[in-house]
């Protein structure tokens, strides 16, 4: 069992930064792959990044490719998120979730999740 508590989501301008943080209970957290996922309202939940549990391997969804980067300290049970370059169309509520083995870019394979943090991006 993970829980997880996401915090650093707020409002910014278009083309402006924040960066997310997930932070992790237990022991074993480099035995987790991590993801980002966000959900739009009326939208379904999306994938938007994730990393395997060392931390070498990352994959991204191709909107925001380039813009945000995915990272992990193992030694602080702790992911992030940096964002920037940001667009009113990444305006959603951001998850981080958790799963044991290899990384994976869809919703259901991902059993544990934090409860969220709101990003807005005004234009």
């Known amino acids: 069992q993970v829980q997880l508590v996401e915090s650093g989501g707020g409002l910014v301008q278009t083309g402006g930064s924040l960066r997310l943080s997930c932070a992790a209970s237990?022991?074993?957290?480099?035995?987790?792959?991590m993801g980002w996922f966000r959900q739009a309202p009326g939208k379904e939940r999306e994938f938007v990044t994730t990393i395997t549990g060392g931390g070498a391997n990352t994959r991204y969804a191709d909107s925001v490719k380039g813009r945000f980067t995915i990272s992990r300290d193992n030694a602080k049970n702790t992911v992030y998120l940096q964002m920037n370059s940001l667009k009113p169309e990444d305006t959603a509520v951001y998850y981080c979730?958790?799963?044991?083995?290899?990384?994976?870019?869809?919703?259901?394979?991902?059993?544990?999740w934090g409860q969220g943090t709101q990003v807005t991006v005004s234009s």
């Open positions: 979730a958790a799963r044991l083995g290899n990384y994976a870019t869809s919703v259901n394979n991902y059993p544990y």
């Open positions: 237990g022991r074993t957290f480099s035995s987790y792959a």
